[in-house]
């Protein structure tokens, strides 16, 4: 079992925000953004984009989608599909579970299935 | 209020072993075109192209030009598009909200960066290859950037930045020349006169939404020295509008429409004109029952409250206007010798109550908006100088700017030189200093010392 | 009145060309210059309002089109529209002197009833002006009217949005209606 890291209160990511977890404390060589998507949930992706670089923590949050803030790219929140040109490749997705207050991140656990 | 400064980008226009042939940059000496002394004008400064090219030359590329207003810009990536001459720019402010001026073109092959009027973003990015600019104009972003030889250096392909940003109390003014006289030196004596609508508020001034934007045949001059030095169309251009205003229905009293007056010509070009009688007041009702006078000449000065801050007209050279009376400021941008796009916002103190702002937009809107009842008639003077201009023996019969003539003296009241209400004085400055300027080169003109 | 009226329903045929002959007869009132008659057809109430149209990043196209309270092309009262037509009649409104000849064109006319007693009428319209010689502006654009319809069965605007299909007004003014 992997043991989560504690990221934080909920109250520090605004809705339609998102914070950068950085490599060093990711332990997965890459940074990992954690999103307040306009649902209320939290969702986690790979902060790269797929296409060029670009951290996906400084996009556009609209629903439960992130347009990337360089090629206007969409990923899917929960699922990390690429929905749109000019990324090709998913993003990779990781666990997020609220205990509390806190905000637990998974890395490297990919999000669970949800309901399209 | 916002920080604006000084900057020297990485970005490096000169790349490479590129120059351009003087033929491309004959300059044509204007001294016999404009007669400032004996009050004469050459018709062919608004008219012909090559003078056109030069004026973007040596007056938009090196000229304190308006940009925009500080309250357009709250956040970070807050953006606003607009032109120095016919140069596209973007304004935004960047993450230590400065605010910031790049040319609006991408540098690798030229598109229109940014095609919004105004918003907000993160990235300015092209959408014809995707290059991608940060809000510092650094180039972050080239897709298959790999391909590139390998001295291609990101930072050199960053924004053209406009390197001299520089605000007074709220306008936000840009220039080319990175070694130009600073905004406030350049202002000088101007500067009270603007203070007079942009100082009555402790709390300064702020725009109401949206930029109104009309188009019209006529040459960018002929509105900006208006502005400058042209009390003298009033009643007679104006005399409709006159007449609706007053409430007897049949224009002013003999002494408001004769009002004493005084109008100021600055040796770098700017120019103000106003009444002194203390009933020549043409400002909306709830706007002149708002303000504390008393206050407002402890504040200005009785000079300035009897004066500047009434219904007068100005033009901070080359093309930046604005009336007093109504909170009108506008730019008149140039489009060719013989067309202008006039963009107009309204001005408002940031502390009075909502109802005073609502009334002062409203008279802004009615009587110098596109649609309004003062505009109208001006636009069509200028557009029917310009229309027919083109004639041989038309072109070539000079215009007069004789009124006042040697009536410029400092009066002990007003700061610099000042004349007469009705007044060509200013105008007569206006000119002499675009002729001085036309003829020197500017900094993009200065070769090099080995 | 009218027994039952649905509410965002099509009005019938015989009111919709009634709605449209009064939309004619403005544009009528309009182009032969009448325009103290033109302001009869609206309410004490009304309200004019011509807002202000920008380009807009598409995640912002919500402000693509001007709010009330901001700069605008009409801002206007049945007031504010008199002076402006007091101006005409001063016989020194140089901007409309000689008079522009207009041609008011419109079209695509859809009523609704908006509640019992009052219409939200849209239309298109395209406006032709020829001025002095060669001069020729072409105002494109489309109204949203509140309309009420009288105890007697006349009508009377309330509210008039018209919306230009412009960034940068291509003429020099506005000096006509819409």
């Given amino acids: 079992m992997i043991n989560p890291i504690n990221i934080g209160s909920i109250d520090d990511i605004d809705e339609g925000e998102a914070k950068v977890i950085p490599s060093d404390e990711t332990g997965t060589g890459e940074d990992i953004a954690v999103f307040h998507a306009e649902d209320g949930n939290f969702y986690a992706l790979n902060d790269n984009c797929t296409h060029e670089t670009a951290s996906l923590a400084d996009g556009w949050i609209e629903g439960t989608e992130v347009e990337c803030p360089i090629h206007a790219a969409k990923f899917c929140l929960k699922k990390g599909t690429a929905l749109c ?16 207050n806190d905000l637990l991140l998974y890395p490297n656990v990919p999000a669970e299935p949800v309901e399209a | 209020m916002s920080d604006c400064t000084s900057h020297t980008s990485e970005a490096n226009a000169s790349i490479g072993r590129m120059s351009r042939p003087e033929a491309f940059t004959q300059n044509i000496d204007v001294s016999t075109l404009v007669d400032s002394d004996g009050g004469l004008i050459d018709r062919s400064i608004y008219t012909e192209t090559s003078i056109y090219a030069q004026e973007q030359r040596r007056i938009f590329a090196r000229s304190w030009l308006f940009l925009a207003h500080t309250s357009q810009f709250k956040k970070p990536g807050d953006f606003f598009t607009t032109f120095m001459g016919e140069d596209p720019i973007i304004v935004t402010m960047d993450k230590t909200k400065t605010i910031r001026a790049y040319l609006n073109s991408c540098r690798h092959r030229g598109v229109r960066l940014c095609r919004a009027d105004a918003g907000a973003t993160k990235m300015f990015t092209c959408t014809y290859h995707g290059w991608s600019f940060d809000l510092a104009g650094a180039l972050q972003s080239v897709p298959n950037e790999k391909a590139y030889p390998e001295d291609f250096d990101r930072k050199q392909w960053g924004l053209i930045e406009v390197p001299n940003v520089q605000s007074y109390k709220g306008l936000i003014f840009g220039n080319w020349d990175k070694d130009a006289q600073s905004l406030e030196e350049n202002l000088g004596d101007m500067r009270y006169y603007m203070d007079a609508m942009l100082d009555r508020d402790p709390e300064g001034t702020e725009v109401m939404g949206g930029v109104m934007k009309w188009t019209l045949e006529g040459n960018w001059k002929l509105a900006a020295e208006q502005f400058a030095t042209d009390w003298y169309h009033v009643n007679m251009s104006h005399a409709s509008a006159l007449m609706v205003l007053s409430p ?112 002062q937009r409203l008279y802004n809107l009615r009587t110098f908006g596109p649609s309004g009842i003062f505009e109208a008639d001006d636009g069509e003077n200028w557009s029917e100088i310009q229309a027919i201009s083109h004639g041989f023996v038309t072109n070539n019969v000079p215009l007069n700017f004789q009124m006042g003539i040697g009536s410029e003296r400092n009066d002990g009241t007003y700061p610099g030189q000042t004349s007469e209400l009705y007044s060509d004085a200013a105008g007569r400055a206006f000119y002499r200093h675009w002729s001085k300027q036309m003829n020197t080169p500017a900094w993009h003109e200065r070769t090099e010392q080995a | 009145m009218t027994e039952e009226v649905v509410v965002d329903q099509l009005v019938d045929a015989e009111l919709a060309y009634k709605i449209q002959q009064f939309y004619f007869r403005e544009a009528e009132m309009l182009d032969d210059g009448h325009f103290a008659d033109w302001l009869e057809i609206f309410e004490e109430d009304l309200f004019y309002f011509a807002p202000l149209r920008t380009n807009r990043l598409r995640r912002q196209a919500a402000l693509s089109i001007g709010r009330e309270g901001e700069a605008a092309y009409f801002d206007e009262t049945k007031e504010s529209l008199a002076w402006r037509i007091r101006r005409y009649d001063s016989g020194m409104a140089w901007a409309e002197d000689p008079p522009s000849r207009t041609r008011h064109l419109i079209s695509n006319v859809t009523a609704r009833w908006a509640s019992p007693t009052e219409l939200r009428v849209r239309s298109a319209f395209l406006v032709y002006r020829n001025r002095l010689q060669t001069e020729t502006d072409i105002y494109s654009g489309g109204r949203t009217d509140i309309i009420r319809v009288r105890e007697d069965g006349s009508f009377g605007v309330a509210r008039r949005e018209i919306l230009f299909d412009i960034n940068v007004l291509m003429a020099k003014n506005l000096s006509t209606f819409f």
Wanted: charged fraction near 25%.
């Fill in chain 1, 85 to 100: 040109m000019p990324a090709t490749q998913d993003a990779r997705t990781h666990k997020v579970e609220v205990s509390g």
């Fill in chain 2, 248 to 359: 007897t229905g049949r224009g002013p009293k003999a002494e408001i429409a004769a009002t004493p007056g005084r109008q100021f010509g600055s040796e770098n070009g700017h120019g103000a004109g106003f009444p002194t009688h203390p009933k020549s007041r043409f400002d909306a009702r709830p706007v002149h029952e708002y303000y504390d006078y008393e206050a407002l000449r402890e504040r200005l000065g009785d000079a300035a409250v009897e004066g500047p801050m009434t219904t007068g007209h100005a033009t901070v050279f080359p093309n930046f206007s604005y009336l007093p009376v109504n909170g009108s400021i506008r730019v008149w941008h140039p489009k060719g010798p013989d067309k202008m796009e006039v963009w107009a916002w309204v001005l408002v103190d940031k502390s009075m109550p909502d109802e005073v702002k609502d009334a």
